[in-house]
Every structure is written in structure tokens, then in C-alpha cells.
């Protein structure tokens, strides 16, 4: 059943980890409750499913495997809906305040009473697709200017999405890191508020934001899970979900949150070379990955403030996992819930699939058979053609 997920392509960096307070002092417990007090009252909120996938536990000897299905976030498809509308809210509400002298409450923004002023502000990012789309539905949602830079390699479906939510979508030549910097200088020369997943030197706001906003998903399974559990694999792209869910699980569980496992793919991973360098290093991107919201080359540095101090481990796996991952979700053997799940978001259990049979791993890992295993499914179809042919083959 698990041929395709061979312990030999996961390359694995034990790391000691740093000591300090970053889980609290990056993300602090009231930048989190003030997000989530604000996104759960947007309309269309629900918790997401977390799944029990106990015929799959039981074949890889583990207690449990624990599925976080972020397919129906807010109809957007990822977890990503959460960071990046919310963050565009921020800034109007900063802005309003430097600009205009009004001290607006997100509510207002949300009723339109500030509308003349905030359509005067334009809001813009760089993304692989979904940071995108959730920044484009939150301009959309309070009322700002939207631009939002896409790389080569973004498929025309993803972009699609983001017109749908009115944003002005650009392709530029290059990577995602190149639209990252053609984003910064284009906001610089016009006067445009960059709304990043990502943050560097003297830009953390809104990435803190964007982070305290995905709080919402940690908390959801924090409401459902007691005790907590043993491991937690978490994908990385510049690390903001990572270093979100660990933090919030600390502050939570302390000294009895789970082990933290990073998983990257091999051709974009950037943070599992800072572990091995034991400092924040980037990577060159040369070949895309099929996890395309994993395709970042340049770490975010808040996010690495906090993976230094929480994380244990840095996993690197090649593509050929992912599509055998998704297709075991799409269709599970016995009583397992059958689910969508995209490219991105089968990382960490495709990682844990091969991780389980494979005695050394196992071992360095700490997995056992009492283990309980938290994965994120970081995202559902958001690419419906490419699902679609995936799913196929
Ligand atoms: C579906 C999905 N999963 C995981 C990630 C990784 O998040 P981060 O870049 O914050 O590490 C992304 C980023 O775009 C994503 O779209």
C-alpha cells in the first residue's frame, strides 16, 4: 500500500533547539484573541473538520492520525483565508488613523462606514495563489484596492480566483522570491501598502497579523483535542504556518506541546537549510515544486525567530510523495473519511506515511505505537484542473 513513500528520499536534520520566549513574545496570546475574536464573527465562519483517520493510523502502528481539513475555509480553499484578509484589515485600520486621523474598529470597516476612504487605499502582495486570494476576498471585504503579484508558474485557474475578488492580478518573469521584490519596489514607487505572508528588515506588521489570524485554525483544534498530541508535522513555505500553530499550541500546552516536525519539499527547502546552518538561510529556487505554496526560497525571519526555539526537526521530501498522498485521501481504505486534499496540504501525512514504516526514522522521531500525529491540510482543490489530473493518473 505504501510503496511510493520511501524512507531512503526523506532527508531529516535533528535540531537542538534554541531556548527562549518567541512563542509568545512574536505572536503574543492578545495578538491571537484579538484576531480570532475578529474573524469569527465574519460571516461564513465555521470550524473546519478535524478528521480521526484511524484505518491509517492502525496501518502505520501509530495511536492516531489527526487531519485538520482547511478544503472549505471560508469557501477560499486554504488556511490561508485567514491570515491575509485579516492583516488587510489592519492596515486600513492603521491607515485610516496616519491618513485621516479616524480610529476606526474592524467592524466599522466591515459596515462600510469608512468605504470613501479605504477605496482611496491600495493593498498589494506577491503569492504562490492562496495568500493571494485571501488578501484580494479581504480587500474585497473592506472596501480597498487590490494588486496582487503572481509568478511564472502560478496557473491561470489560481489567478482567476483572485479576479473574481476584483484584485488587479500581475504576472511577472521570475519566482515567487522575484515577485516578492517587484511587489515591494512597486509599493514603494506608488504609495501602496504591502500586505505579506512573509516579513524581512523593518516589515513585520502585517506578517505578524497574517500569522495571529491563522491563530484561528490552532485554536479550533485546540477546543477539540485533550490530551495534546505527541508529534505535529507542519509544511513550510516562508514559515508563517509553522511558527503560527507552534506558537499558539505552546502558549497553550507549554512544556507538553507536541513535537514540532517541519516538512519542505526538497526543491524549495529553505528551512531545513537554516536548521542544518543553524542560522536563517536562503535557497535558489531552480526548479518549481508541485507544492506551490511551499515554493519559497527566502525564509520569513519572524517566522524562523520562532521555528529556532520550537522546532525538533526538518524534513525534506521529493514530489514524487505528493500525488500518491493525495490519492490515498481521495479514496481511504476502510471506514476513513474520503478528502480533498491539494498539493500543498498532504506534505506533512505524506511525510508521517513514510516516516512510520522505516524503523530508524521512527526511532528518531520519537513515533511509537502511542503516538498521536497532528497533520495540517493546509488546503482542498484550490487548483481544480490540476486536482482533477492529479487525481487521475
Ligand atoms: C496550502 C498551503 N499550505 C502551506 C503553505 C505554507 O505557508 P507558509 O508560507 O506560511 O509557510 C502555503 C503558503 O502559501 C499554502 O498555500
Redesign the pocket.
Known sequence: MFVDFSADAIKHASYTHHTGEAFKSVITPQDFAYASDEIMTWDGYAATPLYRLENLAQSLNVQNILYKD?GPRFGLG???ALGGAYAAAKVLQRELKNKFNEQAFLSDLRSGKYASLTKSITLVSA?????GRSLAWGAQKFGADCKIYIHSEVSEERAKAMRSYGADVIRIDGDYDDSVRIAKTNAEENGWFIVS??SWESYTQPPTDVMAGYGVMTNEIIQELSPPPSHVLL????????ASVCAALRQKWGKESPRVIIVEPDLANCLYTSAIKDTLTSVHITEETIM???S?GEP?PL?WNILREEASDFLSIPDTFIAPAMKLLAKPTGNDPAIVA?E??VAGLAAIIAIAKDETLRKNLGIETASQILVIG??GA?DKALYDKIISS
Open positions: 482547511e486554504s488556511f490561508k503569492t504562490d495563489g492562496n495568500h505572508d512573509t509544511q513550510g513555505g516562508v514559515g508563517g504556518l509553522a506551490a505554496g511551499l519559497c520569513s517566522a491539494g500543498s496540504a493546509s488546503e484550490t
